[in-house]
């Protein structure tokens, strides 16, 4: 008798909870009195009345879902009217709407990395840029997070189209890439720049207009971004933004585009609604900004160490996965919640706290953030001396 097909998945679970990585799904109640640094809404506007009711009277007025791929019949004028929004406050020439920032990526890499194309991928790349390069026709190079001149470099062996891919604002650690360095290293080589600004939109830039546009990109031929509407615009989706050209030729080639059912109207409308706000409340990414700065001095100050934040993501080095997984489980029981990331999802194999700040939180908030991060904490001497 030959074996069982997935007999193999139980020695991965096995190999999984000995290394103290297992994973498990914890749905949240829709009201909780755990204070929360972990979700990614920066500007918290998930739960603001006008994106509530932006998204209710969508649903009401377009149904529930979109009903069919955006070529068919799943855009809508609210899907219409969020593209053009988005790529004038971003300064872009047009804007694409996806179901999600990860389909965005997929489209965004593969569509524009042909066979014959070079990829040249940040080491701390989001795994949606890992994946697209990894589907791509093209050659890839992995370089060492944000050095640009290791890009030069790589671009320099190949004769031919190419495309640096990179976060803006990296993910696990919370810094900035080097966009003017790069986008410079690029025009020096004839090699497009394509920026996913997940962590920047809505965060940096005049009003949040995001790391591109505060990198002085905005509108560039050479440069295309891909955002998320799930994190400073409190919905859910991804759009890419760039030349008319570049947009027109997603709508062609994208399979992520062509082939996915479109974006749900609540989620469109409550984009929308958020992008709008933004748009009257442009002071929101600077108190965003503050509360990160003010964890992450609280924290180093008792001995903790991390990455400066150049957004509003903040991370706190553990000692041990097992260590980082009870740590933040006692600042659940103690009322926080916090992200854990462990490897594989940290390329540098150290665990983490990950802490996102939001506009809305008060100082008695992240007061009380810090003093049950920091009385919850391993010893201080091993945190430190592991990171």
């Known amino acids: ?14 190999l999984r909870a000995d290394a103290g990585l297992t994973r498990v799904l914890r749905p949240r109640a829709a009201r909780t009195t755990l204070l929360d640094l972990a979700g990614n809404d920066y500007l918290g506007l998930s739960r603001h009345p006008e994106v509530t009711a932006a998204a209710a009277e969508a649903a009401g007025s377009w149904g529930a879902g979109a009903t069919g791929s955006r070529l068919v019949t799943g855009s809508t004028e609210l899907h219409g009217d969020l593209e053009r929004e988005l790529a004038a406050f971003c300064g872009a020439e047009a804007a694409l709407v996806f179901s999600s920032g990860y389909a965005a ?25 890992i994946d697209g390069c990894r589907l791509a026709r093209a050659a890839v190079q992995v370089t060492p997070h944000a050095e640009p001149e290791a890009v030069r470099k790589a671009l320099g062996t190949h004769h031919g189209p190419a495309l640096a891919v990179t976060d803006s604002v990296f993910s696990v650690d919370g810094d900035a890439a080097p966009l003017a360095a790069l986008a410079a290293v690029c025009r020096q080589r004839g090699a497009g720049l394509l920026v996913d600004d997940a962590h920047g939109f809505g965060v ?27 994190k400073s615009l409190g919905s859910q989706g991804g759009a890419v933004l760039g030349p008319a050209p570049v947009i027109a030729h997603l709508v062609n080639a994208a399979r992520t585009f062509i082939f996915d059912t ?12 958020a992008l709008r706000l933004l748009r009257r409340e442009p002071g929101r990414p600077a108190l965003a900004r503050a509360a990160a700065a003010r964890l992450y001095e609280g924290l180093t100050a008792v001995g903790l160490r991390g990455t400066r934040p150049d957004a509003a993501v903040v991370s706190v080095h553990a000692p041990s996965p097992e260590t980082a997984v009870d740590w933040a489980e006692a600042c659940r029981s103690a009322g926080l919640l916090v992200g854990c990331f462990r490897p594989p999802s940290v390329p ?29 904490a391993p010893d201080l001497a091993d945190t430190a001396h592991n990171a």
């Open 348 to 376: 540098d194999g150290i665990s983490r706290l990950r802490l996102t700040a939001r506009a809305d939180l008060t100082r008695n908030q992240l007061d009380r953030a810090l003093d049950t991060i920091i009385r919850t």
């Open 105 to 129: 990526n997929l489209a965004a890499v593969t569509a524009l990395a042909p066979h014959g194309t070079l990829l040249v991928s940040d080491a701390a790349n989001h795994a949606s840029l």
């Open 262 to 273: 479109g974006l749900a109207p609540a989620a469109a409308g409550a984009a929308l609604a």
């Open 204 to 230: 940096l830039g005049e009003g949040g207009r995001g790391a591109v546009a505060a990198a002085g990109l905005a509108g560039a031929a050479d440069t295309v971004t891909t955002v998320t509407l799930s």
């Open 1 to 14: 008798m030959p074996r069982p097909p997935f007999d193999w998945i139980d020695e991965q679970a096995r």
